[in-house]
């Protein structure tokens, strides 16, 4: 497609706000790091930072010594060191720290990858797709010659490749990665100090958390020794101080319709804050029975909590009329440009109407979407999995659903369900509060679809929802992973003869469930297809001056260390130790229980306050562009050293999905300084010290 004239160019682009954007690194803004920053970063530093950097599935870490020490946040392996605890012994209560390699806990499940190796395979993608396709048929040929291009590369690399689709499907990449299965826990502070102030406090600025873990990665049942890992900075940050952030960015939505966004706004943020509100409600219902009860939900109301936060400020950013008029006219724009373009009218031209009429079928399906399913049960969706695992896998590779064609990707299926059991937050519930969450589940699905609707139908068989919870829980042997591995290695000829409750309930489910995944896919590949067709029209117009979305994959951003306006005042950019306990005595210290105790801290951390240097910086907050999937991301100096540990973003950035806006948009880091006092003064760990910086 041709480009468009430059004035036409500088009429249609829309504004790119300072520090916006989660770059890739095939496309890093180097122009602007020059002309503001006086810094061109060469490829030796661009792939050093990108080779110690790790994605742990939801959350970043990064090589931090040369024997494999990982570090990422507290709240990343807060579902690991859970389920690593017990009633005797509460890790996450009262932290941990391995005083030797021998006394580092092995984590059972955990996978952690590092990104070797980027193509771009966008051309030879497209060339499969032969015109008068309809949409679902060009997904499928999509699917088909990626399925090829995946097979052959691993065959040749030995890497693990996943696809990767940028700019709405403009274009597609494979990435490769390799893959750590042996994780252990190295340290971990108290969560009373790693997640001080509580819900309260998250999201918001100045804050004063101890965010951080350590992990070591093992290979043949030893130390990795990582080709590339960060060094530990001797120097201090300061205000102004150029930072970049390497992570794995979760998702924005920057690049949707205006129309998506809409339903967003109104529709689908609403269903997940209502079935956030829900789920709350059970597990603080299960948790106010005892002290015990209360342990075992504390990291899923915490995370349950957090994401809620995280939407309610995206919401609040798409009600903002004026960001949502910018963006309106943004999209105004486009489409005029296209218009002009005979190419891209006929390509592109009616593709905002037909995502239109796809969000119409999404808005019919949406109480489906969300009621017909697991029911809040870990082990039903394990079981659900189990059944439709072994039916495709009967199928021939091109009538299976797309992530079941790969071998790559069923050997991983396979592994994760042979594995130890997860819930939540990476977490397994106990039997009594999976009854409950699913007998609650059951409850909200027949009261939402209607008694007569063929999943609850399905799923009842004319019984009450806690009857046929209690007995599903109760009856099932699928929490142990032996059961679990022996339907996996049995197919379809196991999975059909198995009386486990579960498996029998997922087999009664799995045809309707199948049928509801068919009219999403066909709602997908509406947005996909013309999705990519606007992307293109987009290239066509702006080229790559404007960043991809948030995908989940390896990104890096860049700004100083900053303050913003916020409260009738300028926030301080660096918080302290003195102001950790002056909040603590602010609410009336360990004596007082005023809202639950979220700014009491650990007897340890009273009885070594005279240890530390009170003015050393704690929390720092700088103008990089991040959200959710960057926590646990490394931020770096222009030496490419480790600086500071990324954990939040402050309340008025939580629009960030949506937009950025470079006045109030901070993210908050821990500052490396802290870590490295607090392991040497409160935590007696020397030895890891010693290790991070190399004395």
């Known amino acids: 497609m041709r480009r468009l004239s430059a004035l036409a160019l500088i009429l249609a682009l829309p504004a790119l706000r300072a520090e916006e954007g989660m770059w890739t690194f095939d496309n890093l803004p180097l122009r602007q790091l020059k002309e503001k920053y006086a810094f061109e970063p060469g490829q030796a530093w661009i792939d050093h930072v990108r ?50 390699r021998d006394q580092e806990i092995k984590i059972p499940g955990l996978t952690y990858r590092t990104l070797m190796a980027m193509e771009n395979v966008t051309e030879r993608v497209a ?73 309260y406090d998250n999201f918001t600025y100045p804050r004063h958390d101890l965010d951080f873990s350590m992990v070591r990665v093992y290979e043949n049942d030893k130390p990795y020794h990582p080709p590339h890992h960060l060094t530990w900075s001797t120097e201090g940050l300061k205000a102004g101080d150029l930072t970049f952030v390497v992570g794995h960015p979760g998702r924005t939505s920057r690049l949707q319709t205006f129309a998506q966004m809409k339903y967003d706004r109104d529709f689908g943020i609403p269903a997940y804050l209502r079935n956030a509100d829900r789920t709350r409600a059970l597990l603080e219902e299960y948790g106010k029975q005892d002290a015990e009860h209360a342990r075992q939900v504390q990291t899923l109301i915490l995370g349950v909590n957090n994401g809620a936060k995280a939407n309610e400020g995206s919401l609040m950013g798409l009600k903002d009329a004026a960001a949502m008029k910018r963006i309106e006219d943004a999209e105004k724009a486009l489409k005029a440009a296209v218009a002009k373009d005979p190419k891209l009218a006929v390509s592109t031209g009616k593709s905002w109407a037909r995502v239109e009429q796809a969000i119409q079928l999404q808005k019919a399906g949406l109480k489906e979407a969300q009621y017909v399913g697991a029911a809040r049960s870990a082990t039903l969706g394990q079981a659900l999995a189990l059944v439709r695992l072994a039916e495709q896998q009967e199928l021939p590779v091109e009538k299976r659903l797309t992530e079941y064609r790969s071998e790559g990707g069923l050997k991983t299926l396979k592994a994760r369900l042979s594995g130890p059991a997860m819930g939540m937050m990476g977490q397994a519930p106990s039997p009594e509060l999976e009854t409950l969450l699913f007998t609650r589940g059951l409850e909200d699905a027949r009261r939402e679809l209607g008694p007569q609707h063929p999943y609850i139908v399905a799923v009842l068989s004319g019984k009450a929802p806690a009857e046929v919870a209690k007995a599903a829980v109760e009856g099932t042997k699928l929490n142990d992973p032996a059961v679990r591995k022996t339907l996996v290695e049995g197919g379809q000829k196991a999975v059909a003869a198995s009386a486990d409750p579960m498996i029998v309930l997922a087999r009664k489910l799995e045809p309707i469930l199948l049928g509801l995944r068919k009219k999403q896919d066909e709602v997908k590949a509406i947005f996909e297809e013309h999705g990519a067709r606007i992307a293109k029209a987009r290239f066509a117009v702006y080229g790559k001056t404007l960043p991809p979305d948030a995908t989940g994959t390896l990104r890096i ?74 926590s646990g991301s490394p931020v770096v100096n222009r030496k490419g050293e480790l600086v500071g540990l990324l954990f939040d973003g402050n309340i008025e950035g939580n629009a960030g999905r949506y937009f950025y806006d470079e006045k109030v948009n901070r993210s908050v880091s821990v500052d490396a300084r802290a870590i490295l006092e607090a392991l040497v003064k409160v935590y007696d760990a020397p030895h890891l010290a010693a290790e991070l910086t190399g004395k």
């Open 51 to 100: 080779l110690s950097t790790l994605t742990l599935g939801g959350c970043t870490g990064s090589f931090v010594s040369a024997d494999g020490l990982v570090l990422t946040n507290h709240h990343c392996t807060r579902g690991s060191i859970a389920r690593l605890s017990s009633k005797d012994r509460d890790l996450v209560k009262n932290g941990f720290v391995a005083q030797s």
């Open 127 to 199: 060339k499969a797709v032969k015109p008068g396709l309809t949409e679902k048929q060009a997904a499928e040929a999509r699917a088909k010659e990626l399925d090829a291009l995946k097979a052959d590369l691993e065959k040749k690399t030995g890497l693990t490749y996943d696809v990767v689709n940028l700019y709405q499907g403009g274009e597609t990449w494979m990435y490769g990665f390799k893959v750590f299965k042996d994780i252990r826990l190295v340290a971990a502070p108290e969560i009373a100090v790693a997640a001080f102030g509580g819900d």
């Open 557 to 630: 951003t860049y700004g100083a260390v900053a303050t913003y306006p916020a409260n009738g005042t300028l926030q301080q950019p660096f918080t302290t130790w003195a102001g950790l306990y002056d909040r603590h005595f602010g609410w009336g210290g360990n004596e007082a229980h005023a809202f639950g105790g979220e700014w009491m801290l650990p007897q340890r951390w009273l009885d070594r306050m005279g240890k530390l240097d009170l003015r050393t910086p704690l929390n720092f907050s700088h103008a990089v562009d991040t959200t959710g999937g960057n």
